[in-house]
């Protein structure tokens, strides 16, 4: 069980929620934080209002690697409403035009629409959308009936098949690149096959390699982890529940990179990491591209991230590389390490020669 303080337990993990429909991604956040009691939390990529399904949490340190859920492909189950578009481009918008579907139209012909939008494409976002605009988002400039320019983005759909057809109505499962808005992606291919259409039901059911059957819905951990005894007056309703019970259904904060090499050091390199020194670890395949991180293990304990080197290191290369990547994706993670490591008048300390394998830290978890 995490450690408790005012401000919430310091908890680290990822737990990946079944978002019902009809809420806000930051609400379904916000609910589950209150529910854990956590100090930090965040998810790794916004659903609509209307869609339900896997909607990654992170907890405590796992938010300082949820850019790699961001960033990854996603998978959807889409039901598409076809001769009928509405402003928003689902079922909660106003609608705008009603057409009839194309009596030629077969699961055959449909399969042939859908597969021009396989590979990369581009798309303009929805005015219904999160982005932002001269600093106002763009939904909100849609529910005032203002329209601006937007740029068209590439994206990629890696996937589409048609799941079923029924008259009117088709079923899409689709795995795409972020950033993909798969609301254009069904009125593209309304527009393709020339009756227009919208979005009835979406679900992702993929993030990454996540597959649906590890998610669990907010209802589901309220029921499974209620400790069936009253609440204390005055006290959190959240007491009602096992909070070891709720803890076991977070998953391990490297799941998030597993799909990055794993290399492990022994307890002396474990200090030069948590310090921000270059380390020497176990070997890696070094014939993979260097712009990949490396998972960094001492034993069993996850310690972080570190980039693969090949040349002799010393702390103030250490105390360089980290700053320039620190700069690179906007964050301070790592710097204090540095810090401690590299600027106490240690001086240059090399660990040894070119030949071995080293690396250099560039996340340093506190789990």
């Known amino acids: 069980m995490g450690r408790r303080n005012k401000k919430g337990r310091r908890i680290h993990g990822v737990l990946l929620l079944d978002k019902e429909t009809g809420c806000s991604s930051n609400q379904a956040l916000q609910r589950v934080k209150w529910l854990y009691d956590a100090n930090r939390a965040g998810h790794t990529g916004s659903l609509d209002p209307l869609a339900t399904g896997m909607l990654p949490v992170c907890f405590g340190e796992a938010t300082r690697l949820s850019s790699w859920l961001l960033d990854a492909d996603k998978e959807y189950i889409a039901t598409a409403q076809l001769g009928v578009t509405t402003d928003s481009g689902d079922a909660d918008g106003q609608m705008l035009a009603s057409n009839t579907v194309p009596e030629s139209l077969d699961h055959e012909s449909l399969v042939a629409v859908a597969n021009r939008f396989q590979g990369p494409i581009q798309q303009i976002p929805p005015m219904y959308s999160a982005l932002k605009v001269n600093g106002e988002r763009l939904y909100k400039l849609a529910r005032r009936g203002e329209s601006v320019e937007r740029a068209a983005r590439n994206v990629t759909i890696s996937e589409i098949e048609v799941v079923s057809f029924d008259d009117s109505i088709a079923v899409f499962r689709v795995r795409c690149s972020k950033g993909t808005y798969i609301r254009t992606l069904v009125e593209d291919i309304g527009q393709a096959i020339g009756c227009g259409a919208h979005i009835r039901k979406l679900r992702r059911t993929g993030v990454a390699s996540f597959r649906p059957e590890e998610m669990i819905s907010e209802a589901s951990l309220r029921h499974q ?53 270059g380390f020497a670890c176990s070997a890696y395949n070094s014939t993979m591209s260097t712009a990949e991180p490396l998972r960094v293990y001492c034993e069993t304990r996850f310690l972080g991230l570190a980039m693969p080197v090949t040349e002799a290191l010393s702390t103030q290369d250490v105390a360089k590389s980290v700053t320039q990547n620190v700069t690179q994706d906007g964050t301070q993670d790592g710097t204090q390490g540095v810090s401690r490591g590299a600027s106490q008048g240690l001086g240059v300390d090399t660990i ?14 506190n789990l």
């Open 225 to 277: 982890c209620a400790t069936g005894l009253p609440v204390a007056e005055g006290s959190p309703e959240r007491d009602g529940f096992d909070q070891s019970l709720l803890d076991g259904h977070l998953l391990p904060v490297d799941v998030l990179v597993r799909h990055l090499q794993a290399v492990s050091v022994t307890e002396e390199m474990q200090g030069r990491f948590q310090r921000g020194q």
């Open 352 to 365: 040894g020669p070119a030949q071995g394998h080293h690396a250099r830290p560039v996340r340093v978890l």
